[in-house]
């Protein structure tokens, strides 16, 4: 039976896409592996809280860097630090279910404000997608299923055999969200040149500011892998939004998501960004994967793993208690997250504050060392200034896309320098000497202080012959780098054309 137009209208269509029924199998999903992402790096933190968010430290709110002062309130050790506790908890509690929504709303509460409360080192994207993530799911039935509140809700019997169904819009609102923080982060790279001209990649790979990354080092060297990986991830970035909603797309949209954050741990060194993005990816699991899944879990070669966990859970859930009321047990658990904290913090001393010689005391820099960091009078070497230089004779996106160490007569070799930002307006130079040194040809070119490259191009012509020979880069009349290459036989165009004439 065919739908009627009404049915098939945008308003239908709309009403559909963010009122259908569903049990939100991929909203638990999302909030078993998401307050564990973001809860890691926050326990980490645990022993700087006095720090980084009390009156003891200095902390420096998000609102104070656009000079709106000091809008939140900034507590004191003896209240942070316990309520800092009950903000681990609330994600723990999170992640295992157990009074979902309270804990939920506390978790984004406390979550947001300790990021805002250290807009320099706490507060970064990930942080920020992790709060709205943790938002989504406080509005979401996201403790309904796979959670202590469902176990609990099912031994009481006051719940159906089925699992419950509810709108899907939180779950849309998730995906919304991923469409447009990625359609955003497509249109700043296009406005971006050094983004497909792989020099941001390129010095990204090369550091350490997240964490180590060799892998990343390796793969910085190759031109033609950064401008392509460039390109193709604005094309995802752009797609994204259209297609994941498409049954055909979403499992190419998402596999390309998970392959590109993959890629970002292994070449840049990113650990919780990936795992946070990864985890608002389980929201984009619908209620008919859940039911594939399971048929493939009945199957044959499952049916033994399946049946003792089964067992497992039983004999756990024979083991809790029936008397005790869930909110006296939340509140004993507060209670005990909050004492913890602060014994835990007091027992660290971090900053000695409870020893002999009492609290820790700031120790004066050296004079000459501060005068060093803040005004340098030691110019940069001019060595410093250039990243690297290349020779080939190909070029893709202006990188060199080539190497070579052997050249024919009649070849056209492009000498390509790298610099380093930022650097001041350059006369730079290049040189081609024989095996003895001796200075055959001579070149150069301005480089403004907004090029991080130039490319020197030389036709190896009638004033070489075979043998050795090196392509010599230097600045302020020094030599900064020195490629060795070797001149063999007339290229097949050259004997070519002499051969016709």
Request: hydrophobic share 45%; proline share 6%; aromatic share 12%.
């Given at each position: 039976?065919n739908p ?9 269509a ?11 199998f991929?909203?638990a ?9 973001a809860?890691?790096p ?7 809280v006095?720090?980084?968010y009390t009156?003891?430290?200095s ?8 000079r ?15 309520v800092?506790?009950i903000?681990?908890l609330c994600?723990l509690?999170?992640?295992v279910?157990?009074r ?6 506390l ?5 947001s404000?300790f ?7 706490t ?5 920020v997608?992790?709060?709205h ?7 979401s039935?996201a403790?309904s299923?796979?959670?202590?509140d ?19 819009w939180?779950?849309r609102l998730v995906q919304?969200l ?23 990649m390129?010095?990204w790979?090369l550091?350490?500011?997240n964490y180590e990354?060799p892998?990343g080092?390796?793969?910085a ?9 460039a ?6 970035e752009?797609?994204?939004?259209f297609?994941?909603w498409?049954?055909?797309?979403r ?8 392959f590109?954050?993959?890629m970002?741990?292994l070449t840049?060194g ?8 990864l985890?608002?990816?389980?929201a ?13 879990a009945?199957s ?7 049946r ?11 083991a ?17 997250a909050?004492?913890g ?10 900053y ?13 820099m ?5 005068l060093?960091?803040l005004?340098?009078?030691n110019p ?7 990243f690297n230089f290349?020779i ?7 990188q ?6 052997e050249?024919?007569v009649?070849?056209?070799m492009?000498a390509q320098c ?15 000497q024989d095996?003895q ?13 907004e090029s991080?490259?130039?490319?020197f ?5 009638n004033k ?8 010599v ?7 900064i ?6 001149l ?10 002499v051969s016709?004439?």
């Open positions: 039976m009627s137009p009404a049915e098939n209208s945008p308003r239908t709309l009403g559909r896409f963010f009122f259908e029924q569903e049990t939100p991929g909203m999903l999302v909030r078993i592996f998401l307050p564990l992402a809860g890691i926050m326990a980490l933190r645990f022993p700087h006095r720090e980084l009156t003891d430290g902390p420096v709110q998000v609102f104070e860097m656009y709106q002062g000091a809008v939140l309130p900034v507590l004191p050790p003896a209240v942070a630090v316990p800092y506790g903000m681990l994600l509690a999170s992640i279910g157990f979902t929504r309270t804990s939920l709303c978790a984004t509460v406390l979550y404000y990021n805002v409360l250290d807009g320099i080192g507060l970064t994207k990930y942080s997608i992790a709060s993530l943790l938002l989504l799911l406080t509005v039935n403790g299923v796979w959670s202590v469902a176990f609990l809700k099912k031994r009481s019997g006051t719940v159906n055999i089925l699992p419950p169904r509810f709108s899907v939180p779950a919304l991923f469409a447009f923080i990625y359609f955003g982060a497509s249109i700043t790279k296009i406005q971006t040149a050094e983004f497909f001209s792989g020099d941001q390129r010095y790979m550091s350490n500011w990354n892998i080092e390796a793969v060297m190759s031109s033609p892998l950064l401008l392509i990986s390109y193709l991830s604005v094309i995802w752009v797609l994204f939004a297609l994941v498409r049954p055909r797309g499992l190419l949209m998402l596999g390309a998501g998970a590109f954050h993959f970002t741990w840049l990113l650990y919780v960004f990936p795992a946070i993005c985890s608002g990816y389980f984009f699991v619908s209620e008919q994967d859940v039911v594939r899944l399971r048929r493939l009945t044959r070669p499952f049916k033994p793993l399946l003792l966990s089964a067992l497992a859970m039983s004999r756990m859930a024979a809790v208690p029936q008397t005790v009321p869930t909110g006296v047990t939340w509140t004993c658990l507060i209670a005990i909050a004492i904290a602060t014994e835990a913090e007091l027992r660290m001393d971090l000695q504050s409870r020893s002999e010689s009492g609290l820790m005391s700031l120790i004066p050296d004079q000459d060392v501060a060093t960091m005004r340098d009078k940069v070497r001019e060595h410093d200034k250039f290349e080939g004779t190909s070029t893709i996106g202006y060199l896309s080539n190497r070579r160490t050249y024919a009649g070849d056209t492009i790298n610099l380093n930002p930022p650097h001041e307006d350059m006369w730079v130079e290049c040189l081609v095996d040194e001796r200075t055959i040809e001579q070149f150069g070119q301005f480089v403004p202080r991080l490259r130039a490319n191009f030389y036709t190896l012509g070489l012959v075979t043998g050795q020979y090196s392509m880069l230097k600045s302020a009349n020094q030599e780098h020195r490629r060795h290459f070797s063999t036989s007339e290229s097949a165009a050259a004997n070519f054309d016709t004439n």
